[in-house]
T-cell receptor, first 109, second 115 residues
Framework: DAKTTQPNSMESNEEEPVHLPCNHS???????IHWYRQLPSQGPEYVIH???SNVNNRMASLAIAEDRKSSTLILHRATLRDAAVYYC??????????FGGGTRLMVKP | DSGVTQTPKHLITATGQRVTLRCSPR?????VYWYQQSLDQGLQFLIQ???????AKGNILERFSAQQFPDLHSELNLSSLELGDSALYFC??????????????FGPGTRLTVL
């Protein structure tokens, strides 16, 4: 399995940008990089995904390194509602999502 | 609201019993996935169905089974329940079967407590 490595936790101040890193040094050429997040007491929620180019959507931006061995999820202005566990996932093995430990993001007012 | 519904929200039962968890996918989604989330194991993939057929199997115990019906709703059956089966069970759905590009939409989960 292609694995991802994320910090266990990060802290941010409200209204400041947050950069959540993910290392995936064994990524293959066809693996997409997906980010999901899980708010307290809720199911996981899709955030963004990409293959090679940087991606933007209304929730976040995804910056992918040129060698694709790492990526960064960028929340442009963190809000209290963004406090969640963020999962970086490589979708390669068929159809299931293989969740790791994720990064617990804490947002301080 | 992801559009995926799960019932019941909470379930409390005793060891040795059997329960059924139900999931209705988003309109138009043909794939249904089941995941288990426990405190010590994290989120683990159990099984996937696509348009009524089993497509992929993960760490699903033999005591557990699932099916997807012609109207595309799915049921996860858990039997001979043990204390360790206490967990959150999530259902997700997606349009197709591509793990590489499809987005999975998760339901709110069913919290199972086995006493």
């Amino acid at each position: 399995d292609a694995k991802t490595t994320q910090p266990n936790s990060m802290e941010s101040n409200e209204e400041e940008p947050v950069h959540l890193p993910c290392n995936h040094s064994t990524i293959s050429g066809t693996d997409y990089i997906h980010w999901y997040r899980q708010l307290p007491s809720q199911g996981p929620e899709y955030v963004i995904h990409g293959l090679t180019s940087n991606v933007n959507n209304r929730m976040a931006s995804l910056a992918i390194a040129e060698d694709r061995k790492s990526s960064t999820l960028i929340l442009h202005r963190a809000t209290l509602r963004d406090a969640a566990v963020y999962y970086c996932i490589l979708s390669w093995a068929g159809n299931m999502l293989t969740f790791g430990g994720g990064t617990r993001l804490m947002v301080k007012p | 609201d992801s559009g995926v519904t799960q019932t019941p929200k909470h379930l409390i039962t005793a060891t040795g019993q059997r329960v059924t968890l139900r999931c209705s996918p988003r309109s138009g989604d043909l794939s249904v996935y089941w995941y288990q989330q426990s405190l010590d194991q994290g989120l683990q993939f159990l099984i996937q169905y696509y348009n009524g057929e089993e497509r992929a199997k993960g760490n699903i115990l033999e005591r557990f089974s699932a099916q997807q019906f012609p109207d595309l709703h799915s049921e996860l059956n858990l039997s001979s329940l043990e204390l360790g089966d206490s967990a959150l069970y999530f259902c997700a759905s997606s349009v197709g079967t591509s793990g590489r590009t499809d987005t999975q939409y998760f339901g709110p989960g069913t919290r199972l407590t086995v006493l």
